[in-house]
């Protein structure tokens, strides 16, 4: 299995910075993409943005500009760095990877728990 492990969330002013970090542990052949995704009480989960294993990154239209998704691939970590974080920001984030398992050739989704960022004065 893989494991996914979530830190850096927390309370925040409005146009203040966060940023968090989820590191993949486990029985893990390879990774492709890795991510963010958040869920706001009452609403669905969304995607926050993603990169690939070379670094392209894609974000929702409501992100841009203001978070930027990076990842260290021989530590299995991604990261989010959020800045000039709003009130509608505040949700559980969750991390994400698409990964294979050693010894295996399908890749599966992995997530991670969710840590809580809230934005407020």
């Known amino acids: 299995q893989v494991q996914l492990v979530e830190s850096g969330g927390g309370l925040v002013q409005p146009g203040g910075s966060l940023r968090l970090s989820c590191a993949a542990s486990g029985s893990i052949g390879s990774i492709s993409t890795m991510g963010w995704y958040r869920q706001a009480p009452g609403k669905e989960r969304e995607l926050v943005g993603v990169?690939?294993?070379?670094?392209?990154?894609n974000y929702v239209d409501s992100v841009k500009g203001r978070f930027t998704i990076s990842r260290d691939n021989v530590k299995n970590t991604v990261y989010l760095q959020m800045n000039s974080l709003k009130p509608e920001d505040t949700a559980l984030y969750y991390c994400?990877?698409?990964?294979?398992?050693?010894?295996?050739?399908?890749?599966?989704?992995?997530w991670g728990q969710g840590t809580q960022v809230t934005v407020s004065s």
């Open positions: 990169i690939t294993t070379s670094g392209v990154t």
């Open positions: 994400y990877t698409r990964a294979r398992l050693k010894f295996s050739g399908d890749y599966n989704d992995y």
